[in-house]
């Protein structure tokens, strides 16, 4: 059964995209968590980091994140994170990257 966000990718569901390639997908967060929270979704289904074979979409995932903070102007700064299991809080199985900027972030995350 297809994920949330190949569902989103696949246009069955709306979101805002605010970037595509052949490789990655990246849409607003639904529950935006800063001015700019953008998640980047690999268009390939892979549950998480842990599953994602060693030459996998890594590259085009940082690729594209460098690209959006561009477009979204976070010429301050930004933050990249991936949450991978329970612990970390994961709930979607679909591997993405939080793209979060437009404010001072706080270290270390909780
Ligand atoms: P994670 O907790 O790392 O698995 O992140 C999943 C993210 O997906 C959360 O930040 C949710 O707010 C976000 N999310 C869930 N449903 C949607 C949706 N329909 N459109 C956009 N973002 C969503």
Not at 68 to 82: K, N, T
Request: a negative charge.
């Amino acid at each position: 059964m297809a994920t949330l966000f190949t569902k989103i990718i696949n246009r069955e569901i709306p979101a805002e995209i605010v970037y595509e390639d052949e490789h990655v997908v990246a849409f607003r967060d639904i529950d935006p968590k800063a001015p700019v929270h953008i998640l980047i979704v690999p268009r390939q289904e892979v549950s998480g980091l842990a599953a994602l074979p060693e030459l996998g979409d890594h590259t085009r995932i940082l690729n594209a994140a460098k690209t959006i903070a561009e477009q979204e102007g976070l010429s301050g700064g930004y933050r990249l994170v991936i949450n991978q299991g329970p612990d970390a809080g994961q709930s979607v199985d679909h591997l993405h990257a939080h793209l979060l900027g437009g404010r001072t972030l706080t270290w270390p995350p909780g």
